[in-house]
């Protein structure tokens, strides 16, 4: 049985009594393993997986390439986020002061169940523990360094956020993704969209890179993406998935002026506001 095949099974891990716990969601409950429950509202979230690497793709939605009026793609190009970017769900995103363009990214997370090298197309649904509802959150402020490989863009802590739980039992070709700003959609996007599916994805990946339990993998988002303001609540929702919520504040300037610094170009703009010439970041 593949991870999109069977009855819809959804883990969470949350922290109780100082230690981390797997639950499951039943409801308005979540259920421990020996038989004790807590009301969801009240549960305080982890990450549902330890990844050692977080491996995203850049360009997958159809709607998105034309919004900015990319060539035809012919293979799909790549970069990695830390692990320290690892964010749960209703965790706090970070914007540093004096900084405009935190942008969202709604996305499917694919989290890795067994080790997985040289694994074929076909094979790939077998290999993955589940789904989650992620926002690849990106400070666009820095993209005009990093040569490409958006370290600084995509890589902040806590700009990873993904969850609530791990999901299997659902196919997600058949599912739509939405990001919502304070309850309206501001993206949406069917996963049959996406340029490159899934399974091309990972077998991609995984011809010269070993993915391991708990590895997750981003991929994608469709158009629309822009900043987010200090107060704001982001949420990503995957349909049959689940619903990942987070609020925005603001963080501390860096303690020492070093290095390259945040920058407001026609060039970062046109990434961050995308194809709204008229939308400005507060």
Known sequence: ?????????????????????????LGDRLVFGDGRHIAEAEATYLPPCDPTKILCIHLNYESRRVEFRAPKLETPTYFQKPVTALNSHRGTVCRPAGHKYLNYEGEVGVIIGKPMRNVGREETWDYIAGFA??????????????????????????????????????????????????????????????????????????????????????????????????????????SGIGRLSNRVAEAPPAAHKIGHQPTDTEAVRRVALGSDSRLEAR
């Open 133 to 238: 509802p992620a926002n690849d959150v990106g400070c666009q402020d820095y993209r005009e360094t990093d040569a490409g490989s958006m370290l600084r863009v995509k890589g902040m802590d806590g700009f990873c956020p993904i969850g609530p739980g791990i999901v299997s039992g659902v196919d997600i070709r058949e599912s739509t993704l939405r990001t919502y700003i304070n309850g309206k959609v501001v993206q949406e996007g069917a996963i049959a969209e996406m340029i490159f599916p899934i399974d091309y994805i990972l077998a991609d990946l995984c011809r010269f890179i070993t993915l391991l339990p708990g590895d997750i993998i981003l991929s994608g988002t469709p158009k629309n993406s822009r900043p987010m303001n200090i107060g704001d609540t982001v949420e990503v929702e995957v």
């Open 1 to 25: 049985m593949n991870v999109l095949s069977g009855k819809r099974e959804e883990w969470r891990r949350v922290l109780h009594e100082g230690q981390p716990k797997w639950v499951r969601s």
